[in-house]
């Protein structure tokens, strides 16, 4: 071994939630071991005020931090900023973009995700992930009059919600919105909220906070933002990271949403490729002069045939799994989403290397009533879970799988609802093997329940429904509702008193 590598039983990969919440987890557990921590980033995410709600639901705050608070907060935590350049799993080394190495007992890798864009090497197409990607959105939004945003997930039902002072036009290759997070009913529900102005919407709800100690961008002393030769590696973005920002383009209209539905991108080209086009000479032969020419530098074809110019595309088609180039030349098992395979234990394929949050993809036979989604509360879940698994492997102690892995549970906002995910809450899996009650009251509530032989194993609830507790127990006793069906969504009676 070389002079300058140092010897570290415990190194964690990534400073987001999952890779702070590990290496935090570890320090206490170890006070006279030093662990390392080692994030591209020069900010953290710590998880503060922790709360555990219920069996398995869980509340807290995520503030991004300097990297100096957690090494204060943990005398043998020490945080080096820079990237892994190359993990050597069979040495047990790791080497960092700044020419250090690192020799480890047990490695978590907590490296996150970047965004699937629709096309990697076009400037018109963005994706937002942390803070400098949300930066160069806000900055460019400031001069658009009309941005396009593809996807049916969690950024894309923000994005369309949030913006104003520009057109959008949202595409998604379903039949309703939000459909990663819900059904067709619940997107009827929500529909005229995206249709109304700012004035007319719900009203403030509470959940999940997110804050930011030190989040401005880096300045050189020109006072010019340095730009970046690789892409950015901050951690993810999480609830409510637009609250400080203005989310205004630079035209006078409040908020103005059309959805293109059950489509997707043919191909996207610029505006000298339209002029092409529209004179005939474009290369492919026999196309129709598109339509709704403009001054926009670009312009994005739909399998429906319809076109239609922007001034830049939003791209929140999902996670790619963080897992290259550093990690190659090892044999990691990826799952088919290409997160590293994890079993209950949190291990990775590689001996002595585990792996938490976006990065991995849950390969364990889960609980009925969990599913793996890339979100805040897993990667603290597993984040904890890795570093427990890890200590009880170094002390040669049984480990079972925590308890949070039983429930799928998931509180955020859409549209300025509260809105609650239990269980399989779109009868993922299910097939037609299910029944579904709804409660639906336009503009204060939609309540979801999913029924499998006479048993809850899912729920939506939107608004301040009240029903996530009793919803949770119900579905953790596996109680035979069967006869209570027709009672359980009724409004009149006190479900929480009724299986008291
Ligand atoms: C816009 C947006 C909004 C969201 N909203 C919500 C929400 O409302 N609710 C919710 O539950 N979830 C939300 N999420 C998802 C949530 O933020 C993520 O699931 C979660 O933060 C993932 O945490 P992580 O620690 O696994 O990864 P990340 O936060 O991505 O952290 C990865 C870390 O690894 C570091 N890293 C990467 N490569 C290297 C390398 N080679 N060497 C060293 N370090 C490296 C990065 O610098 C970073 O610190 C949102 C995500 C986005 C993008
Ligand atoms: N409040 C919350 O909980 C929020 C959570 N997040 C999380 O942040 C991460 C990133 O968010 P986001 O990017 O919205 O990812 P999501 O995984 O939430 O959604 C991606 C969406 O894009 C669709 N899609 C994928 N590929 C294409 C394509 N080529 N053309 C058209 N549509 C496509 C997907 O459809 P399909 O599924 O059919 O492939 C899906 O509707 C996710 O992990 C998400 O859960 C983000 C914001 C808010």
Not at 476 to 490: C, G, P, Q, V
């Amino acid at each position: 071994m070389s002079a300058e590598v140092k010897t570290k039983k415990f190194v964690v990969v990534g400073g987001g939630i999952a890779g702070v919440t590990c290496a935090e987890q570890l320090a206490s557990q170890f006070p006279s071991d030093e662990i390392v921590l080692i994030t591209a980033a020069p900010l953290i995410k710590a998880v503060t005020n922790f709360k555990q709600i219920s069996r398995t639901l869980e509340d807290f705050n995520v503030e991004e931090q300097p990297i100096s608070v957690l090494e204060e907060k943990y005398p043998n935590l020490k945080v080096v900023q820079s990237a892994v350049r190359k993990l050597q799993g069979a040495q047990h080394t790791l080497q960092t973009e700044d020419g250090r190495e690192f020799h480890y007992d047990k490695l978590c890798i907590c490296s996150g995700g970047r965004p699937k864009l629709l096309t990697e090497d076009n400037p018109y197409v963005l994706g937002i992930r942390d803070t400098d990607s949300a930066q160069d959105f806000q900055k460019r939004l400031s001069k658009a009059k009309r941005i396009i945003v593809v996807g049916n997930g969690g950024i894309a039902l923000e994005l369309v919600y949030e913006v104003e002072g520009c057109e959008v036009i949202w595409v998604i290759k379903d039949k309703a919105i939000g459909n990663t997070f819900f059904d067709g009913g619940a997107a009827q529900f929500l529909i005229p909220s995206l249709q109304a102005d700012k004035a007319e919407r719900a009203g403030p709800c509470k959940r999940t906070r997110y804050t930011t100690e030190d989040a401005s961008p880096t300045y050189s002393r020109a006072g010019v933002r340095e730009e970046r030769s690789i892409p950015s590696t901050g951690s993810a973005l999480g609830p409510d990271w637009h609250a400080d920002m203005t989310l205004q383009g630079a035209q006078q209209v409040s908020h103005k949403v059309h959805v293109e539905y059950r489509c997707e991108v043919q191909m996207i080209y610029t505006s000298e490729e339209h002029l092409l086009r529209a004179s005939g000479q474009s290369p492919e032969t026999g196309c129709m002069p598109p339509a709704d020419s403009g001054p926009w530098p670009v312009f994005v074809q739909l399998k429906n045939g319809k076109t239609y110019g922007c001034d830049f595309i939003v791209s929140a088609t999902g996670v790619i799994p963080n897992t290259g180039p550093f990690l190659s030349g090892n044999s990691f098992v990826l799952a088919e989403d290409l997160g590293l395979s994890v079993d209950d234990h949190m291990r990775t394929s590689v001996a002595n290397v585990y792996a938490a949050g976006d990065v991995c993809t849950a390969c364990w036979e889960t609980s009925a009533l969990w599913q793996q989604m890339r979100l805040w509360t897993q990667a603290r879940q597993m984040g904890w879970h890795a570093a427990r698994c890890i200590a009880a492997d170094v002390l040669d102690e049984p480990i079972d799988l925590d308890f949070c892995f039983e429930l799928f549970t998931h509180i955020t906002k859409f549209f300025n609802y509260k809105v609650v995910l239990l269980g399989k809450f779109n009868a993922q899996g299910l097939g037609q093997d299910h029944e579904l009650l709804v409660r639906c009251s336009p503009g204060a509530e939609y309540v979801k329940v999913v029924l499998a032989e006479g048993r809850m194993v899912g729920a939506v609830l939107i608004g301040e429904t009240d029903l996530e507790e009793t919803f949770e127990n119900l579905m953790l006793n596996r109680m035979d509702l069967t006869a209570y069906k027709d009672e359980l969504l009724n409004p009149n009676i006190d479900i929480e008193d009724y299986f008291d």
